[in-house]
């Protein structure tokens, strides 16, 4: 088994032409340990989004190699990628995107339910995945009764909808407040502790403090990364 879950090899991309054009990453090599917490951080609109995109397969590279669980995904088609992405790769954004209608547990049951988990399993599974962040006294609440720490507690939930061996966050926490923070904070380091390789964007000092991993973006290069020994 490959030690590194994610590898990019002289990784570019550009936008537009011209006089237009944008190299939004220059060239990266990044390679990203199994099991790791690795927070990826710098200033805005030098890269770290883009990275993220491409890292993710959400995004073609202009030029370059992205290799997920040693797979090769620079040249897939988009239904191999599609299947790919939706094995490996749990996604968290900033923006919780739950259905409003909907309870926290019906929200994770849909996700079960796209990811073709038999109808009779999907209520006890979304149980399972609402205890594993804490929330199974929250079931049946739907996400404006909910605060804004425990909605992203709920998209962390949904996104294990396929047990997934990588979480990609972006900016997970960006509108939460510390406390709302910490508690995500604490369910990613749990879910870490349990084997999920954890790779967030963030503007975050906390979390970066926190994480094994700390790559820095800027100008589309990465200029330093931290490893620390996985715990």
């Known amino acids: 088994m490959n ?30 340990p199994r099991g790791s917490f690795t927070c990826i951080v710098g200033p805005s609109g030098h890269g770290k989004s883009t990275l993220m995109h491409l890292i993710g397969g959400l995004d073609r590279p202009s030029s370059g190699r992205v290799l997920i ?43 079960l339910m796209l990811a073709g988990m038999p109808e009779a399993q999907q209520k006890e599974r979304a149980c399972e995945l609402l205890a594993l962040v804490g929330l199974s006294e929250k079931a049946d609440a739907k996400p404006g009764q909910l605060s804004g720490g425990q909605q992203q507690r709920v998209a962390i939930a949904r996104a294990l909808a396929n047990d997934p061996p990588i979480l990609l966050m972006d900016e997970p926490t960006g509108n939460l407040d510390s406390v709302a923070e910490d508690e995500v ?24 403090a926190r994480a094994g991993n700390l790559v820095r973006v800027r100008d589309g290069r990465i200029e330093t990364a931290r490893t620390l020994p996985h715990r």
Request: charged residues 25%; hydrophobic residues 40%; proline residues 0%.
């Open 3 to 32: 030690e590194n879950i994610i590898e990019t090899h002289e990784l570019t991309k550009e936008y537009g032409h011209g006089e237009n054009l944008t190299r939004a990453l220059r060239g990266v090599d990044l390679e990203i």
């Open 69 to 111: 669980d040693g797979q090769d995904v620079s040249n897939m088609g988009e239904k191999e990628l599609a299947i790919l992405r939706s094995g490996k790769i749990g996604f968290v954004f900033q923006f919780f995107n739950l259905l409003q209608n909907l309870t926290a547990l019906e929200n994770i049951e849909i996700a």
């Open 185 to 208: 904070l604490n369910v990613l380091e749990s879910l870490n502790q349990r084997g999920k390789t954890i790779i967030l964007v963030t503007h975050s000092s906390e979390i970066s």
